[in-house]
């Protein structure tokens, strides 16, 4: 069966969801959807870069450009022809208020069951991989040998599996987690071209972390994981110039954190 197609968070529904010309009544209406609707929010009115866009709607960023670009067309429709515009359906979530994810100041923050729900909730299953070896988080992501990938649906694992990887390297792994539709990565240390590669393609970020792999993914699904927001593979930064990969040969330096 196909996995279901990744939700796109939005912080509220809007307060006015139609938007009337006075002679529309005989014309048909363009349907603006939510999550268009908040692609426009946050880069027109915000001011938001598109990949500030992206990271927020947890999305990549060609998607939320092909969002943003459908919205301004069926705007541009509406008011040229005269349309009546109505805001309703796509697919999409609404925030959980969560400030591990959170950009929006004033999303209220609410209790744990809530947000566990609410993060399932959208696409109903989930998939988390975590860099491994002998049950344990690897703890350099460049040099994974292998992802264990589990299958998330309601709140609980309902299956898991060890793969190896096809590739060394941030930029061949990062691809190697989305051909095998991870929503989530759980690891060690990981560089900065790293973080940027999983962010464009709408992945979600747990590092810094360490111990037993299937005991991270329960903390991380009873909302209690401990990571590090702020991690870095510090020869990612300081030892090779720009290009470099952790897969290629002659780097010794592994010291991440």
């Not at 603006?32 to 908040?38: G, S, V, Y």
């Not at 001011?47 to 301004?72: G, P």
Request: proline share 3%.
């Amino acid at each position: 069966m196909p996995r279901p197609q990744r939700c796109r968070r939005i912080c509220s529904e809007p307060s006015v969801k139609v938007f009337s010309p006075e002679d529309a009544e005989n014309m048909e209406p363009v349907f603006l959807t939510m999550d268009e609707f908040e692609a426009i929010r946050l880069i027109d009115s915000e001011k938001q870069t598109h990949e500030q866009c992206a990271k927020q709607m947890e999305i990549s960023r060609s998607t939320a450009t092909e969002i943003y670009e459908s919205a301004r067309c069926k705007i541009a429709d509406s008011l040229v022809k005269g349309r009546q515009l109505v805001i309703e359906g796509g697919n999409y979530r609404l925030c959980d208020g969560n400030p591990r994810w959170c950009y929006k100041k004033n999303c209220e923050k609410q209790n744990q069951e809530e947000v566990k729900n609410i993060i399932i909730r959208g696409d109903n299953i989930m998939r988390i991989a975590v860099t491994y070896e002998n049950g344990e988080i690897f703890q350099h992501f460049g040099h994974t040998e292998q992802f264990k990938f589990y299958d998330v649906e309601n709140g609980k694992v309902v299956s898991a599996e060890v793969a190896d990887t096809n590739g060394s390297g941030h930029g061949a792994l990062a691809g190697f987690l989305v051909a095998n539709k991870v929503d989530t990565l759980i690891c060690g240390g990981i560089g900065g071209g790293a973080q940027m590669a999983l962010a464009e393609a709408g992945l979600k970020l747990y590092g810094g972390v360490q111990g037993n792999a299937d005991e991270a993914v329960n903390a991380l699904l009873a909302d209690t994981l401990s990571f590090n927001p702020d991690v870095h593979c510090n020869h990612h930064d300081h030892e090779h110039g720009e290009g470099h990969t952790c897969g290629e040969q002659g780097c010794t330096n592994h010291s991440c954190h």
